[in-house]
């Protein structure tokens, strides 16, 4: 795949670049890709597969000299950015309903838009979060090992209920505050068949940062001891910093999700809620109703000029509560455990971010994104600096003459910062909710993507703009921007 970039503004609009694995330019400029894969063969008691994806991009972006946090920026030169990305790079081995994948390699995204054969490869999902709030495809992946059990159907339920999961570990590469800090993933679900139609599925994903070394206070606990700490999601010991013996060991989050299916003749029809949580608190639904809201209905023939309808809220406002802790008036302390501040953390500053991009939900951006120094090319990004926002988000997707499929997104975002540093206005944080009339800033995102195949050869096409008051790129003024992406792709 060829590609070139193009933007009105010294940035490109946000979905031209939100959720595609960290790899398009980031400003005017090209990428090349060049990609091979394999499949499993049902044929064979042991399947493996293999996959390889090389990228090659330049961008003409300028951040300023410093980041908003005010540490040295090494990419504030005039020239152009190369990169060399390794985007996947993977091996796979299969049996029955076990699989192993050892390497890089992205992980799988739903609500994809276009058919099988031809959408996905580069419209990608219909979703702000690929559905998952978690891991949306906004970033790049990470090398490491997951042990996945396929769906599968538990004894003497006959077949009405089914269970699946996966087990991981990874090592981050990229430039950040906790330098080598390790990644530790558990994911468990199950499926219950209500009727020949009607689905019921929950989902709990939990990750895990650990280890590493820290700029100031060195080494971080590592070794089998604290590695069982982590995946149990124990407290440090004593060679822990107080904040994680008090707490849990390195910087957890995850999300539960529950999810409905109803599949009719020729349709489906799903609902699901993506619930994020980085504490206790958040874990025992304390941060109830934030969340991901999706609703989406598809046709099972994707040739049609609509297939695919899909509609989302995000509201992530009250992260269980504007006070962590209070003392009432008799001097006794409460913990009510408010202010979870999704993707931060105080120890592994740089949060829930790899190679400089948000992993999770795109609408968190990161720290620098409203200054316009924010550094995608080597130095540290400091978490997201927007965590409490109101977004509604609309996807369609489909065939233009039944030959060209395409995807229209549109996004409309209310952007509130975090509670410690709000965009603008008083921050309610320590306050009695609504005693604080929050004032947002306003974004709105709209692409026009897709693809023309002539056999092999398929022209790839974008048209995007923004709208609003944050992906200003430091003007700190309401400004609207616009590009454009035009590229090639050969299949074999």
């Not at 590493?212 to 982590?230: A, D, E, F």
């Not at 500053?349 to 409203?370: C, D, K, L, N, V």
């Not at 997104?409 to 005693?435: I, V």
């Amino acid at each position: 795949m060829l590609l070139g970039a193009m933007s009105s503004g010294s940035v490109m609009p946000f979905w031209a670049t939100a959720n595609r694995f960290g790899i398009m330019p980031e400003a005017d400029g090209a990428i090349g890709l060049v990609s091979a894969h394999s499949q499993f063969d049902p044929s064979q008691t042991l399947q493996w597969r293999w996959g390889a994806s090389l990228a090659a991009g330049m961008d003409m972006y300028y951040p300023p000299g410093s980041d908003w946090n005010g540490g040295p920026n090494p990419a504030s030169s005039n020239d152009p950015k190369t990169r060399i990305m390794m985007d996947e790079l993977y091996g796979s081995l299969r049996w029955k309903v076990f699989s192993l994948d050892l390497g890089m390699k992205h992980r799988e995204q739903g609500f994809l838009a276009g058919s099988a054969s031809q959408g996905p490869a580069y419209l990608g999902s219909l979703s702000t979060t690929g559905g998952n709030i978690l891991w949306s495809g906004n970033s790049r992946s990470l090398p490491g090992y997951s042990l996945n059990l396929e769906p599968v159907a538990v004894p003497f339920t006959k077949g009405k209920l089914e269970v699946f999961g996966s087990y991981g570990d990874y090592r981050t590469i990229d430039t950040r505050y906790v330098q080598g800090a390790l990644l530790h993933n558990m994911r468990v679900g199950f499926t219950i068949h209500i009727t020949n139609r009607l689905d019921f599925m929950g989902q709990l994903d939990h990750f895990a940062l650990w280890s590493g070394t820290h700029p100031i206070n060195g080494k971080r606990p590592s070794g089998l001891g604290n590695y069982i700490r982590v995946v149990t999601g124990s407290s440090g010991g004593s060679n822990a910093t107080v904040s994680d013996q008090i707490n849990v060991l390195g910087d957890q989050r995850g999300a539960e999700l529950l999810a409905l299916r109803w599949k009719g003749n020729g349709y489906s029809v799903t609902f699901q809620h993506d619930i994020p949580y980085d504490d206790g608190s958040g874990m025992g639904l304390q941060n109830f109703p934030d969340g991901v809201n999706t609703l989406h209905f598809g046709l099972d023939d994707k040739t049609g000029w609509v297939s695919d309808v899909l509609l989302e809220y995000a509201t992530t406002m009250w992260q269980s509560g504007t006070r962590h802790d209070w003392t009432d008036a008799e001097g006794k302390k409460h913990i009510s455990g408010g202010g979870d501040n999704y993707f931060n953390n105080g120890e592994y500053r740089s949060g829930w971010t790899f190679f400089g991009r948000t992993a999770g939900i795109p609408m968190f951006y990161p720290s620098g994104t409203r200054y316009g120094d924010w550094n995608p090319f080597g130095g540290y990004v400091f978490g997201v600096e927007n965590n409490r926002l109101k977004a509604v988000h609309l996807g369609l997707a489909g065939m233009l003459f039944k030959k060209a499929p395409y995807k229209l997104m549109l996004t409309g975002n209310r952007a509130f910062g975090t509670y410690a540093k709000p965009y603008t206005g008083e921050s309610q944080w320590n306050k009695d909710p609504g005693t604080v009339k929050e004032t947002p800033l306003k974004q709105f995102s709209a692409a026009f993507m897709g693809e023309v195949p002539f056999k092999s050869l398929s022209v790839l096409y974008g048209l995007y703009a923004d709208k609003g008051e944050v992906l200003t790129a430091g003007s700190l003024k309401p400004s609207s921007i616009f590009g454009a992406t035009m590229g090639l792709r050969w299949s074999l």
